[in-house]
């Protein structure tokens, strides 16, 4: 049985920093390339960032320079570093794991809410 479990959501005020985490199991880590989307109240879910299986980072434009994405094989954890964190990046953030070779199935958390209000 496949697991995505988000951890490390809250209440931040803006400027502030948080991590977030997800620890996989049930798959084959490494085989996996690993993904945060989030989606804010009344939006529709949006594309974060990225890792690859080999450690390649991708970001979305708006959190470029702030956020970063990393992984633990060690652990089977992916985690995002938030820093510099808007009101604007309020948001359920989900994790999200899809295949690094061939196709297959993709997988998704339930997600952690974070909050950025002052």
């Known amino acids: 049985q496949v697991q995505l479990v988000e951890s490390g959501g809250g209440l931040v005020q803006p400027g502030g920093s948080l991590t977030l985490s997800c620890a996989a199991s049930?798959?084959?880590?490494?085989?996996?390339?690993m993904a945060w989307y989030r989606q804010a109240p009344g939006s529709q879910r949006e594309f974060v960032g990225e890792i690859t299986s080999g450690g390649i980072r991708t970001y979305a434009d708006p959190v470029k320079g702030r956020f970063a994405i990393s992984r633990d094989h060690a652990t089977n954890t992916l985690y995002l570093a938030m820093n510099s964190l808007r009101v604007e990046d309020t948001a359920v953030y989900y994790c999200h794991a899809r295949p690094a070779r061939g196709p297959g199935d993709v997988y998704w958390g339930r997600g952690t809410v974070v909050t950025v209000s002052s």
């Open positions: 049930g798959i084959d880590f490494g085989d996996y390339h």
